[in-house]
């Protein structure tokens, strides 16, 4: 199959001319499709570290120039962030790990007694920090419409006691890629006296977030999925909570003053504000290049974004539904509003068999699995058996499961027309021909067997 060189995307990302190995021996250009676990971070970003790591310091500790200038660049991020999200007057931006950790965090200052409440369809990021001590948590069951959604959550807040309530919603399925109706289930959720924060991972590189408009209490998301390096993730909104709570970690930086007892014992007074969760060293240039990367998207137009990735969607969408054999997943149906995030499964094929060979006989990088959303997929999947094959599926299924997966396609900025053109040439001629090599398991990974080459 002919392969096209030539690399057309609004924003230019690292690693677009890499090539990789085919089972054949031939090399061919990456085409990566795995945008929803990782995107590549953008050239500008990296340009912008490269441009800042001569002058690295300490940030909030030394006096001296190279500390200083660390100092504001970091909080220079925080503003900019707060920008890209924003953000209303009093809300805070605490720079986190990641969306799970900012989750994670959230959940730690909850009030005792807090009630959460989450639709089963979520991530495993934003349905599992919940269970801990002190709170009590409700599982919704999967809607299959927003006004199936809004109802429930109405229904279900209604039934709850008084006390402090938490609804969290992603704006974006990471599994079908679908736009869920936030500004609904917010209104809904304030009408009871439940906050909402938002998982906004999938959300931020695809549509312009306002946490203004939305009204949500809290929004979180990762730098590596908005083009961003690894590392890095925000967790913003409203402060009392977060002011009131036990820092996250306890140490330097979230302590304001610490001084020794008569008795023996240490007294501390914590700090207000960010501080107060971002004990320990910050990660400054996490959060420069999230600041940049939300720089890049704001001058590129969401817009201009949003239109040029809905094109690439319905090509998508056009091309698979041409081929009998794939069922695309959806909890809303088919012309449900998405974001460049697909998930599908082929008849007759196990996912993982169809996703290595995605990647060793086309040089096409996808994920396949349960995508740390497993009971969205059983629930897409109906208890639907993947065909057998020598690679299994690369997560654990369920006592009398053979195999549940799903293969997912996921793109964005940085990605070129060609390579979902040649992502659906790849799928005809796969369907239609059979992989030309056989595979094999091999440290739980389905890879070629090219050992009779």
Same mark, same amino acid.
């Given at each position: 199959?002919?392969?096209s060189t030539e690399i057309c995307a609004p924003l230019?990302?690292?690693?677009?001319?890499?090539?990789?190995?085919? $089972?054949? !021996?031939?090399?061919?250009?990456?085409?990566?499709? +795995? &945008?929803?676990?990782?995107?590549?971070?953008?050239? *500008?970003?990296?340009?912008?570290? $490269?441009?800042?790591?001569? &002058?690295?310091?300490s940030v909030h500790r030394g006096a001296g120039y190279?500390?200083?200038?660390?100092? +504001?660049?970091?909080?220079?991020?925080?503003?900019?962030?707060?920008?890209?999200?924003?953000?209303?007057?009093?809300?805070?931006?605490?720079?986190?790990?990641?969306?799970?950790?900012?989750?994670?965090?959230?959940?730690?200052?909850?009030?005792?007694?807090?009630?959460?409440?989450?639709? /089963?369809? /979520?991530?495993?990021?934003?349905?599992?920090?919940?269970?801990?001590?002190?709170?009590?948590?409700? &599982?919704?069951?999967?809607?299959?419409?927003?006004?199936?959604?809004?109802?429930?959550?109405?229904?279900?807040?209604?039934?709850?006691?008084?006390?402090?309530?938490?609804?969290?919603?992603?704006?974006?399925?990471?599994?079908?890629?679908?736009?869920?109706?936030? %500004?609904?289930?917010?209104?809904? %959720?304030? =009408?009871?006296?439940?906050?909402?924060?938002?998982?906004?991972?999938?959300?931020?590189?695809?549509?312009?977030?306002?946490?203004?408009?939305?009204?949500?209490?809290?929004?979180?998301?990762?730098?590596?999925?908005?083009?961003?390096?690894? #590392?890095?993730?925000?967790?913003?909104?409203?402060?009392?909570?977060?002011?009131?709570?036990?820092?996250?970690?306890?140490?330097?930086? %979230?302590?304001?003053?610490?001084? =020794?007892?008569?008795?023996?014992?240490?007294?501390?007074?914590?700090?207000?504000?960010?501080?107060?969760?971002?004990?320990?060293?910050?990660?400054?240039? #996490?959060?420069? %290049?999230?600041?940049?990367?939300?720089?890049?998207?704001?001058?590129?137009?969401?817009?201009?974004?949003?239109?040029?990735?809905?094109?690439?969607?319905?090509?998508?969408?056009?091309?698979?539904?041409?081929?009998?054999?794939?069922?695309?997943?959806?909890?809303? #149906? /088919?012309?449900?509003? =998405?974001?460049?995030?697909?998930?599908?499964?082929?008849?007759?094929?196990?996912?993982?068999?169809?996703?290595?060979?995605?990647?060793?006989?086309?040089?096409? !990088?996808? *994920?396949?699995?349960?995508?740390?959303?497993?009971?969205?997929?059983?629930?897409?999947?109906?208890?639907?058996?993947?065909?057998?094959?020598?690679?299994?599926?690369?997560?654990?299924?369920?006592?009398?499961?053979?195999?549940?997966?799903?293969?997912?396609?996921?793109?964005?900025?940085?990605?070129?027309?060609?390579?979902?053109?040649?992502?659906?040439? $790849?799928?005809?001629?796969?369907?239609? +021909?059979?992989?030309?090599?056989?595979?094999?398991?091999?440290?739980?990974?389905?890879?070629?067997?090219?050992?009779?080459?």
């Amino acid at each position: 199959m002919a392969v096209s060189t030539e690399i057309c995307a609004p924003l230019a990302v690292l690693g677009h001319d890499v090539q990789v190995p085919l $089972a054949s !021996g031939e090399k061919v250009g990456y085409a990566a499709l +795995d &945008y929803a676990a990782s995107a590549p971070a953008l050239q *500008r970003v990296w340009d912008d570290i $490269a441009a800042y790591a001569p &002058y690295y310091g300490s940030v909030h500790r030394g006096a001296g120039y190279l500390s200083q200038l660390s100092t +504001d660049l970091f909080e220079q991020s925080r503003r900019t962030v707060a920008d890209f999200l924003d953000l209303r007057a009093g809300d805070q931006v605490v720079f986190t790990r990641a969306t799970t950790d900012s989750l994670n965090l959230l959940a730690g200052v909850l009030p005792a007694g807090t009630r959460v409440f989450a639709f /089963e369809t /979520e991530h495993h990021a934003s349905l599992l920090p919940w269970r801990r001590e002190g709170l009590t948590v409700s &599982y919704l069951r999967a809607p299959r419409s927003h006004a199936e959604a809004v109802a429930a959550l109405d229904a279900a807040l209604a039934g709850a006691p008084e006390g402090p309530k938490l609804f969290c919603v992603t704006g974006a399925s990471n599994v079908t890629g679908e736009l869920w109706p936030v %500004a609904e289930l917010t209104r809904v %959720a304030h =009408r009871h006296g439940a906050r909402v924060v938002l998982d906004a991972a999938q959300l931020a590189p695809h549509h312009r977030v306002s946490v203004r408009e939305l009204d949500v209490d809290w929004i979180a998301f990762s730098g590596h999925k908005l083009y961003a390096p690894f #590392g890095a993730g925000v967790l913003a909104g409203r402060a009392d909570w977060l002011d009131a709570a036990e820092p996250y970690l306890a140490g330097g930086g %979230a302590s304001r003053t610490v001084a =020794r007892e008569v008795d023996g014992s240490v007294a501390v007074e914590w700090q207000q504000g960010p501080a107060r969760h971002e004990a320990g060293s910050p990660n400054v240039i #996490g959060a420069y %290049a999230i600041a940049s990367a939300c720089r890049a998207l704001g001058e590129a137009g969401f817009d201009e974004l949003e239109a040029r990735e809905q094109q690439l969607v319905e090509k998508l969408k056009k091309g698979l539904a041409e081929v009998p054999e794939v069922r695309v997943l959806s909890l809303f #149906g /088919e012309d449900a509003a =998405r974001v460049g995030v697909l998930s599908f499964v082929v008849k007759g094929w196990n996912s993982s068999h169809f996703s290595a060979a995605l990647s060793a006989e086309y040089g096409i !990088g996808v *994920r396949d699995g349960l995508f740390c959303a497993h009971p969205l997929v059983r629930t897409l999947l109906g208890g639907e058996e993947a065909a057998p094959s020598e690679c299994g599926a690369p997560e654990p299924s369920l006592p009398g499961e053979r195999s549940l997966n799903a293969i997912r396609v996921s793109f964005g900025a940085g990605t070129p027309e060609e390579h979902v053109d040649r992502f659906l040439a $790849a799928v005809r001629e796969l369907v239609a +021909d059979g992989a030309k090599w056989t595979y094999r398991n091999e440290d739980g990974r389905c890879v070629a067997d090219t050992s009779g080459r």
